[in-house]
């Protein structure tokens, strides 16, 4: 499990850097969304990976830390989806504003003299 | 009393989100309302501010001990809940902050605030993210506040629109959220190998890490650190910085003078607290000294190569943000409290220089930015308070606002004054900052055996103050001699006591130099050793470990 996990995350990272590199605006969101999205697989995989284990402790079970999952990277990733939602959907907007201020979807609102 | 006392340190960031978002409620016609909303909150977190300035220094030690004083959110002690901790850096911060927010916004009332857009209301979210960036002792609640402070900042470089603008917010937007991943991969690395996000739980577990399980958060560390100089604006992750800073308004700018100094805070913080062991500073390194130096030489060459007064100021942050990161990777406990004093004198500088730029912008004839397509305000009692008559934007220069008389001769000043605190020239206080932290970084680097480096940081930031002394005195000339095409600028008082308030409080700060650095060389004592802190912060956990296992 965990080096399908690993893999999952190195190529959305990749890719992602990849995209966030080209020069037009779309790729760069789409580049943004994978980026986050690695970022978020491996803050939940930093409370190392388990199937079937509660976050919470469940009634008369004995509160031993190792038949539980990790609650806090669950936290963490419900935080920042949310904020890489925000702010995603922002540059999504600036996108669109550069877009209709320019005539260009090139990042830096001219396209490149080739 | 008690209570108020007890719940004083979540007061600045509890003030501004709930002022920020009252002001939403408001309607737009109710200027005055969201106006006094914005001063009321403004003044109050100078007050709580103040107060945390005075419970944090000796003259309280029977409130808070240490002069450290931890707040619980909810009632959850540290580890397992958020903490706030306020100690004399926080303190520091947080009246900079204050004072610097006061000023922005009544700079802002002149004209900046135009309706539709809910300026003060992101301002007061700024703050409110500075605050809490400044108070909370919890690596995650850091970056949430880091966040806020960020999402407001977008709203606020956008202001005013055009493509310039848009295209600098959006590569500012993109590399400061590839910052936050950075930041969120450094956090939960640390997580998944210490279990704690707590800044002083962290430093505790820090020195009981097995090696292997120590390169993988020396790896976390080094990530995290990345982020932070990313916000910090270090070579070479700077240059969406200048042109992100000088197409924001004039105000605006001022406000984010204190936002590069948010990644220096973060690194001093969390830098120190894990530097306890002598298995040595996984973030404060000596590579941050070539990191800063590079930051510097940018500066300066930016500096040099400005024409414009805005790309000026945005290229001086840079110059002071690598001063900071230079003098601190020297690892010289006693260089900490001139670098605390420089971070001061340059914040407040670079938030009266922005200041001044955009009242200078009104002297070119050329429709600057923004400032035409302004649609008129609504008249506000607040205006015939200030005495102004008209606070109408749209209108000619000859029945804008209340004409100073001689107002080339008091932006002149203000402007001679930005010069002289800037480049570091006597009588004021950006002389007596350079200087105590050159020459102690002169006399206490040999005894670490970087003595030849501490040169290297004198010789460059001697050069870039030369540099700065001859870039402003070719845009000094261009924006007052050259007399062409340009008109009489008319300044509003509402514009010209801020500037001039900041001034002010510089000359003071040179004044009053010797009882603020030994108030900062507390704080950099007990920065250097935080076991106070540690202690502080875990008080609660500890007692009640010893509750259950007398």
Request: proline letters at 5%; hydrophobic letters at 55%; glycine letters at 10%.
């Amino acid at each position: 499990m965990e080096i399908v996990f690993a893999i999952a995350i190195g190529v959305l990272a990749g890719s992602g850097v990849w995209l966030v590199l080209r020069p037009r605006t779309f790729q760069v969101l789409m580049g943004l969304t994978l980026l986050s999205y690695a970022t978020n697989l491996f803050i939940f995989g930093m409370g190392r990976l388990k199937t079937g284990a509660a976050p919470v402790i469940v009634g008369q079970q004995a509160a031993d830390a190792a038949l539980y999952a990790d609650p806090v990277p669950q936290a963490l990733v419900l935080t920042a989806i949310v904020i890489g939602f925000g702010t995603t959907a922002l540059f999504l907007v600036l996108l669109l504003a550069l877009r209709a201020l320019t005539g260009t979807d090139h990042v830096d609102g001219r396209e490149d003299r080739r | 009393m008690n209570a108020l006392l007890e719940h004083l340190v979540a007061l600045p960031i509890v003030v501004p989100l709930l002022a920020g978002a009252s002001m939403l409620l408001v309607s737009e016609a109710q200027r005055a309302t969201r106006i006094g909303i914005a001063f009321f909150s403004g003044v109050l977190q100078l007050t709580a501010a103040v107060v945390l300035l005075y419970l944090t220094s000796d003259a309280a030690p029977f409130i808070w001990q240490d002069g450290i004083g931890v707040y619980s959110l909810g009632g959850w002690g540290a580890p397992f809940g958020i903490v706030l901790v306020a100690d004399r850096l926080s303190a520091v911060m947080l009246t900079l902050e204050a004072v610097l927010g006061l000023a922005v916004l009544t700079y802002s009332i002149a004209r900046w605030d135009k309706p539709g857009q809910p300026f003060h209301s992101l301002l007061q979210f700024l703050m409110m993210g500075l605050n809490g960036a400044f108070l909370t002792g919890d690596l995650f609640n850091l970056f949430v506040f880091v966040e806020i402070l960020l999402a407001a900042s977008y709203g606020l470089m956008l202001r005013g629109a055009g493509a310039t603008r848009v295209g600098a917010g959006l590569h500012y937007l993109v590399v400061n959220i590839v910052a936050s991943m950075l930041f969120l991969i450094g956090v939960a690395m640390i997580y998944g190998v210490a279990g704690t996000l707590n800044m002083a739980d962290l430093a505790r577990r820090f020195a009981g890490l097995a090696p292997e399980e120590r390169a993988l958060f020396d790896t976390g560390a080094a990530i995290l650190g990345v982020a932070f100089l990313v916000k910090a604006g270090s070579w070479p992750l700077n240059f969406w910085l200048p042109s992100a800073y000088s197409a924001a308004v004039a105000p605006v700018g001022a406000a984010f003078a204190l936002m590069t100094k948010v990644g220096v805070y973060a690194l001093m913080r969390v830098g120190t607290l894990m530097s306890q062991d002598e298995a040595a500073a996984s973030m404060l390194g000596v590579m941050m000294f070539y990191f800063g130096l590079a930051t510097l030489v940018t500066g300066t060459v930016g500096m040099l190569a400005a024409h414009h007064l805005a790309r000026f100021v945005s290229y001086s942050v840079v110059v002071s943000t690598g001063i900071l990161l230079a003098a601190l990777g020297l690892g010289i406990e006693e260089l900490t409290a001139p670098v605390l004093f420089y971070l001061i004198v340059s914040a407040l500088t670079a938030g009266t220089f922005f200041m001044l730029t955009g009242m200078t912008d009104r002297t070119r004839n050329t429709p600057s930015a923004a400032v035409l397509e302004e649609p008129p305000l609504p008249p506000s009692p607040f205006y015939t308070a200030f005495g102004v008559r008209n606070p109408d934007p749209y209108g000619t220069d000859s029945d804008v606002g209340v004409a100073i008389p001689r107002a080339i001769a008091f932006l002149g000043l203000v402007f001679v004054s930005c010069v002289l605190l800037v480049t570091g020239l006597p009588p004021l206080p950006g002389f007596i900052a350079k200087f105590t932290l050159l020459s102690t970084a002169i006399d206490s680097a040999p005894a670490v055996g970087l003595g030849g480096a501490a040169w290297v940081l004198a010789a460059a930031v001697l050069v870039s103050g030369f540099a700065g002394v001859v870039a402003l005195t070719r845009i000094g000339i261009r924006l007052f001699w050259t007399v062409t095409a340009r008109t009489t600028p008319r300044l509003r008082v509402l514009e010209a006591a801020p500037a001039a308030f900041l001034v002010a409080l510089c000359i003071v700060l040179g004044t009053a130099a010797s009882p603020i650095m030994r108030y900062l060389e507390h704080a950099a004592t007990s920065l250097h050793e935080p076991q106070d802190y540690i202690r502080n912060v875990l008080a609660l956990v500890d007692s009640s470990a010893q509750g259950t296992n007398p």
